[in-house]
Nanobody, 125 residues
């Protein structure tokens, strides 16, 4: 069974940085699209960044230039480096994985069947 576990969240001041990790097991990592989503209380879950099985990357406009998604296939781990954090980045961040997702749909929640439990990111002074 596919299992995903996020870590690395915490409290950071505006302008600060955090690096999130997602460790994966139970599937062939190289065949899956991997992504980060986030959800604040009362808001919809939104796609933040994704990397396809061929290495293609997609970012939400709100994080372009600030966040970087990467993966280490040998460690079955996905990362999200978050720089220049803003209060509006505050949310629970989730890792998701699935196969056969067209590139243009990588940041759509409904395309993913496998999710981690999330890690909280709070940006506040």
């Amino acid at each position: 069974e596919v299992q995903l576990a996020e870590s690395g969240g915490g409290l950071v001041q505006p302008g600060g940085s955090l690096r999130l990790s997602c460790t994966a097991s139970g599937f062939t990592f190289r065949n899956y699209a991997m992504s980060w989503f986030r959800q604040a209380p009362g808001n919809e879950r939104e796609g933040v960044a994704a990397i396809d099985s061929d290495g293609s990357i997609s970012y939400a406009d709100s994080v372009k230039g600030r966040f970087t998604i990467s993966q280490d296939n040998a460690k079955n781990t996905l990362y999200l480096q978050m720089n220049s954090l803003k209060p509006e980045d505050t949310a629970m961040y989730y890792c998701a994985a699935d196969v056969g997702i067209p590139f243009r749909w990588l940041l759509l929640q409904k395309e993913y069947d496998n999710w981690g439990q999330g890690t909280q990111v709070t940006v506040s002074s």
